[in-house]
């Protein structure tokens, strides 16, 4: 077992012995503080909500941290070629590029064109009904039917 190993196992161990305390104490104290009130007396274990809850947020932390650990160093390789095709498939900074043909004159402009590099018409447009973007080409919104 190397030093990095040894120290996550540490980590996971002391982050679910905290939770675990933090667990049992927040229960005491929240059963206690339910007797209490039930009662009508002052809920003396009221401490241990105050102190578990916390404890029992750090622990989980610290856990996950020891866990987490682990699985990122050896994911990363993994994941990252991944990641990289997911965010070029939904980006549409990453689409192919797709000629826009000038409405007007006819030149092939780029996909990121707003108006055309030749006779500058606009090549996007969009529906005054309902908003979509209509092709250069279109005649009539392809969501609402409305005339362009
Ligand atoms: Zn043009
Ligand atoms: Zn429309």
Known sequence: MDK???KRRILKITGLIVAAAGLA??????ADMGVSVANGSFPRLF???IIG????AIGGMIAMFGFR???IKSAVRDITPAVKELTEAVSPFAEEPVE???PRCKAVNRSDS???YKCGAALCRTCPECGKTAEPEDEY????GRKL
């Open 4 to 6: 990095t190993e040894k």
């Open 114 to 116: 707003v108006f055309c």
């Open 47 to 49: 401490f241990l909500l």
């Open 69 to 71: 650990a682990g699985l």
């Open 53 to 56: 809850l916390p404890c029992l």
């Open 141 to 144: 919104c392809t969501r609402c």
């Open 25 to 30: 104490a927040a229960i005491a104290g929240f």
């Open 100 to 102: 826009i043909l000038c």
